[in-house]
């Protein structure tokens, strides 16, 4: 089983707005509701590979009880403390010409110091009943959950020889960096902020030296992943109508390298792999989500570079 760690779980909203005006009435033609937070979307995408899972969540009143029950459909088990503060939401809006998303982003419940002690107690014991294969760490926290978490968690996933996945930022992520955790997805803004550096290669590299694997993403320009002493440049092109949205595609693509390192040998594999995943998403209706087939298609057409 893999363990997709979503502390902060989060319905993220779909508004269709065309434009925000500050200090006036802004009115959505659509919205749609999804399960969301980054890890809730790695749990999906790895459910969709065929991989068993289980997501480790902080489950907030209505809004928590939803997304257990979304995970479950999808015969993904849910597992962690039940807290009455409702679980966030986040809402992205397409408001602008060029697709990139606009998010505004929920921050959470407040969790006790007791609530968070469950949340870790609840991990250990995954880790020790179950058989993980591979830990994967997403996404922001709640209030009260201490920054250095994912260092915790890493930490302790080792003593078990599990390898950990995490994507995070900020004082979250710098702490988890202390833990030299095996494999580390982040963005290039997130990247920008983490090492001084614009140029994705060197971000990479830099991120290399605290991590086994280093994936970082730039968008239309994909995938640069940090591997051996290469890095390892996986693109896919897609045309600007065909997407829909790209919010989740960090998370699927990081499911993809993940399922790609439990299954296959050839890091060549892993970015075409990985690519596909975080592609497939931008072209699928339901955020963080995409279909095996568009993964098996789009495999085969991502140009990969090995600088
Ligand atoms: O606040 P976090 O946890 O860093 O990010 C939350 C979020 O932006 O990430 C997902 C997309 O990756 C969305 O489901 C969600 O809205």
């Known amino acids: 089983m893999i363990l997709a760690v979503c502390a902060n779980p989060s319905v993220d909203a779909f508004w269709d707005i065309d ?34 899972v289980t997501a480790l969540g902080v489950w907030g009143g209505v809004t928590g009880r939803w997304i257990q029950e979304e995970c479950h459909k999808k015969d993904i088990a849910t597992i962690g403390p039940e807290v009455e503060e409702w679980t966030r939401t986040c809402i992205t809006n397409r408001c602008d010409t060029d697709w990139a998303d606009t998010e ?11 609530q968070s002690n469950d949340f870790l107690s609840i991990y250990r ?37 599990i390898p950990a996945y995490v994507d995070a930022s900020n004082d979250l992520l710098e702490h988890a960096l202390e833990a030299n955790p095996f494999a580390v997805h982040i963005n290039q803004k997130e990247g920008k902020a983490l090492t001084g550096h614009n140029n994705p290669v060197k971000i990479a590299k830099s991120l290399r030296k605290q991590c086994h694997i280093a994936a970082v993403t730039a968008g239309k320009d994909g995938l640069y992943l940090a591997a051996n002493n290469h890095i390892y440049h996986g693109r896919y092109s897609i045309n ?15 499911a993809g390298l993940c399922k790609a390192i439990l299954t296959r040998d050839d890091i060549e594999e892993w970015t075409k792999l990985a690519t596909a995943c975080g592609s497939a998403n931008c072209i699928h209706p339901k955020l963080g989500m995409f279909k095996a087939q568009d993964v098996n298609r789009i495999f085969n057409q991502v140009r990969l570079e090995i600088l």
């Open 240 to 254: 600007k109508q065909d997407i829909i949205s790209t919010i989740g595609s960090g998370d699927c693509l990081l």
């Open 104 to 114: 505004l982003l929920g921050a959470g419940p407040s969790l006790t110091p007791g």
């Open 19 to 52: 434009e925000i005006n500050k200090g006036t009435t802004n009115r959505s033609a659509n919205e749609q509701y999804f399960p969301g937070g980054k890890g809730i979307h790695v749990a999906f995408a790895l459910q969709e590979l065929n991989e068993q």
């Open 125 to 161: 014991r995954a880790l020790t009943e179950s058989t993980v294969k591979a830990v994967v760490l997403s996404g922001s926290v709640p209030k009260g959950m201490s920054q250095d978490i994912y260092k915790q968690m890493i930490t302790e996933a080792r003593t078990h020889d």
